[in-house]
């Protein structure tokens, strides 16, 4: 498992218990070989990217962008997945209307976007459930609850 943390936006804390997560959720999904970035932007950026690559002009939490088109890459013992692009000022106001911790909700961002970059999305109800239950599941493994 490789990734690093781009720090763009200046967010300043400690990111140790994100390895837990990360670690968790790949080794659930037998990816432990895999490389990825974590970007973490401003409001006006994650806006910026949302309308050039979604055609959505507005602010959003967690985007990502896989690296991996087809089911034939999701065998290959190395994986480089892409990149998870968070904005650290949604983040913040999310944690504080949902009435929990920063922590809990950058871990849920770090594992929903991850998720996506490992094949899941919830585009329909099934696959919604599938993947919401999947980061309830990881995330309460962690002790990372609401």
């Known amino acids: 498992m ?12 400690d990111y140790s218990y994100l390895d837990r997560v990360i670690k968790r959720t790949l080794m659930k999904e ?33 985007i990502s962008f896989a690296f991996e088109d087809n089911k034939d890459d999701f065998m290959l013992e190395n994986r480089v997945l892409g990149d998870i692009y968070i904005c650290i000022p949604r983040m913040i106001s999310q944690a504080k209307e949902y009435g929990h911790s920063e922590t809990r909700e950058l871990s849920f961002l770090v594992v929903h976007g991850l998720l996506h970059l490992l094949g899941y999305d919830h585009m329909n109800k099934e696959d919604e459930e599938k993947m919401f239950g999947l980061q309830k599941e990881i995330l309460d493994e962690e002790g990372i609850t609401r």
């Open 2 to 13: 490789e990734y690093k943390i781009n720090n763009v936006y200046g967010y300043d804390k």
């Open 30 to 62: 037998k990816a432990l070989a895999s490389i990825f970035s974590i970007i973490f932007v401003s409001e006006e950026e994650i806006q910026t990217i949302n309308k050039t690559y979604r055609q959505i002009d507005k602010v959003t939490d967690v």
